[in-house]
């Protein structure tokens, strides 16, 4: 009778956890079938563990009785908090071609992240990640924290992750396919290169007109968008990856000390435009003041604890883009006409910063216009705010002109010389725009046109010789096993391989009166008038034995690189939109290199 009952116990036991997870607020599994990705906010229920004194087992004890909770309407953002939060999530893999899957915390900045996954045999699996290690120690080489997840097909298993950060508890975890992981990464490095591009580019054209006219607003607004540039780099997690990826302690460091810093520049670009010496002095000591608080908090920063100082930063910050907001109103009621500019573009960054920091306190939930506003907004207002310097300039200009008028009798001469100034600060401006306009179609590294402008000459090339019976043929190139010498020889070999394709393109190409550009990449695409299918074959064939016979010097290295070419007639009777174009084009490209690469494919369509 004995042996019986102690046979019975375990039952007994698993039975009552059954009950008690059948009647708790776990979520249902979550299937995971065809689809590449999933977002696991409706899938997990979470337990605040305020002194994280708890371990997994206890951790998962306390998910089977029901002391988990599903998330609040699916925002996985809680502000700044104390102890450790667990997450618990049961999965089922639907899908037996798919065994791995990536699991991403989509927040760069959480300290400690511990993952376990439990199969149904018992065995657990434990990693960990975080900000708190070193970006080495990631399971792939990415911005936000990541985990490789073995799924075996139609096997039960539970995740368990646990964090603990001294940042905003923002948790927006997701399960990618890897062909769906590179799919969504290569779409969001697109947005984020076209952001820090057109932040490069107002540098560039505002460095100019600093160095051009001496306005001091110019210098600052420089340090502006520098600065900015710098905390988005931070909050996307792309410093650790880039800047200090071996330092955990910058890291953590970097965000408060950036934020101070974007504060410095931004208060001091609106006491200098706004010119509220002259205009309101009380209020360019409050804006000095708030100036002399971020120096001194930015240098204690190195100091502080990153709870203690972060949230502080991120409080200070509202506090000061609502002084700015009352500089600029103060300015406009006094009388300062590019004042109202000012505001229209501070309004965009007030928005896009207000919800950021929303974000982080968790009184905004972590949607896509809520989480990346921040970046929308500061790019509308960087544009809009060089708008608002050349309007200040045409303000001045006016100012200068009225004081012609009233003082020809007395002071012509005065004046003459004034306006000659005037124009050449024009000149300057104009040439100083032809320059930057030029700059934003070129590829900075191998000196051909870039995407933008390709598409937009090739669109025009077509329509030239619609009508004419004058074929245009479409050439997508893509350097072979370019990553090899990036990782072999470094770098700057892979640098110089690009240029040294450039070149070759160029001479091969341009006596057909090629229209060539670098797609992105070590991707090249090539329009050529004039050429039916046949003959930009021919082109192409050439073009691949070039490049094949004669290898670029690195050091001293002599380093062989081949290409894979996709060719495509486009059909401009029938006009052909340029994007389907490129779609066959792209489909001839995959196809010489899933032939072997080192060839040159022709689309079907065109065949």
């Known amino acids: 009778m004995h042996a019986c009952c102690k046979l019975l116990w375990p039952i007994l036991a698993t039975l009552c956890l059954l009950l008690a997870a059948g009647s708790s607020n776990a979520q249902a599994p979550l299937d995971l079938g065809d689809a590449g990705h999933y977002d696991l906010a409706r899938h997990v229920s979470y337990r605040h563990d305020f002194d994280a004194s708890d371990d997994p087992g206890s951790a998962r004890m306390r998910a089977l009785q029901g002391e988990f909770h599903p998330l609040p309407n699916g925002n996985a953002a809680f502000g700044f908090q104390p102890g450790a939060y667990w997450f618990h999530a049961r999965l089922i893999n639907r899908n037996p071609r798919e065994t791995r899957w990536l699991l991403v915390q989509q927040y760069a900045l959480s300290d400690h992240i511990d993952v376990y996954l439990r199969h149904g045999d018992g065995r657990v699996l434990h990693q960990v990640g975080g900000d708190a290690l070193p970006f080495s120690a990631r399971s792939l080489p990415y911005r936000h924290p990541n985990f490789w997840l073995n799924l075996p097909p139609g096997e039960p298993v539970e995740l368990l992750v646990r964090i603990r950060s001294q940042s905003s508890m923002q948790v927006p975890l997701s399960l990618y396919t890897p062909s769906a992981f590179i799919e969504a990464e290569r779409d969001a490095q697109f947005g984020i290169g076209l952001y820090y591009g057109i932040l490069l580019a107002l540098f560039v054209y505002n460095l100019v007109m600093w160095i051009s006219v001496r306005d001091s607003s110019y210098f600052w607004y420089l340090l502006h968008i520098g600065a900015f540039g710098l905390v988005l780099f931070t909050l996307n997690g792309l410093a650790f990856e880039y800047l200090w990826p071996r330092s955990p302690w910058l890291a953590d460091k970097s965000v408060p000390m950036s934020i101070c810093l974007a504060q410095i520049g931004m208060q001091q670009f609106s006491r200098t435009f706004l010119g509220l010496r002259e205009r309101w002095p009380v209020g360019d000591r409050i804006g000095l003041a708030l100036i ?288 389907a174009a490129f779609q066959l084009a792209d489909q001839a490209l995959y196809r010489a290199k899933a032939e072997g690469r080192d060839c040159v494919r022709c689309s079907a369509l065109a065949a």
């Open 292 to 579: 002399g608080f971020f120096v001194l908090l930015g240098v204690a920063a190195t100091q502080l604890p990153y709870n203690v100082s972060t949230p502080l930063a991120s409080a200070a910050v509202l506090a000061n883009i609502v002084w700015i907001a009352v500089e600029i109103a103060v300015a406009i009621r006094r009388g300062y006409q590019p004042a109202k500019l000012f505001l229209l573009a501070w309004s965009m960054f007030l928005l896009g910063t207000a919800m950021f920091t929303a974000i982080a306190f968790a009184l905004l939930p972590k949607t896509f216009v809520t989480e990346y506003g921040v970046q929308i907004g500061s790019a509308l207002e960087m544009l809009l705010l060089s708008v608002a310097l050349g309007y200040r300039y045409a303000v001045l200009r006016n100012q200068n002109e009225q004081i012609v008028r009233d003082a020809k009798d007395q002071l012509e001469h005065k004046v003459q010389m004034r306006t000659r100034e005037l124009l050449s600060a024009l000149h300057q401006l104009e040439n100083a725009h032809d320059r930057l306009r030029e700059s934003s179609q070129r590829d900075s590294l191998t000196g051909l046109h870039n995407r933008s402008y390709f598409h937009d000459a090739l669109q025009r090339m077509v329509d030239d010789h619609r009508g004419s019976g004058r074929p245009v043929s479409l050439l997508i190139l893509d350097l072979d096993h370019f990553k090899r010498v990036n990782d072999h020889y470094g770098h700057l070999a892979g640098d110089e391989c690009l240029r040294w394709a450039a070149r070759t393109l160029r001479r091969v190409l341009m006596p057909h009166g090629a229209l060539i550009a670098r797609f992105g990449g070590e991707e090249f695409v090539v329009a050529l008038p004039d050429q039916d299918a046949t003959s930009a074959l021919d082109v192409a064939e050439a073009l691949r034995m070039s490049l094949r016979a004669r290898p670029f010097q690195h050091q001293q290295h002599q380093i062989c690189c081949s290409v894979s070419i996709g060719v495509h007639r486009i059909d401009i009777d029938h006009d052909e939109p340029i994007d």
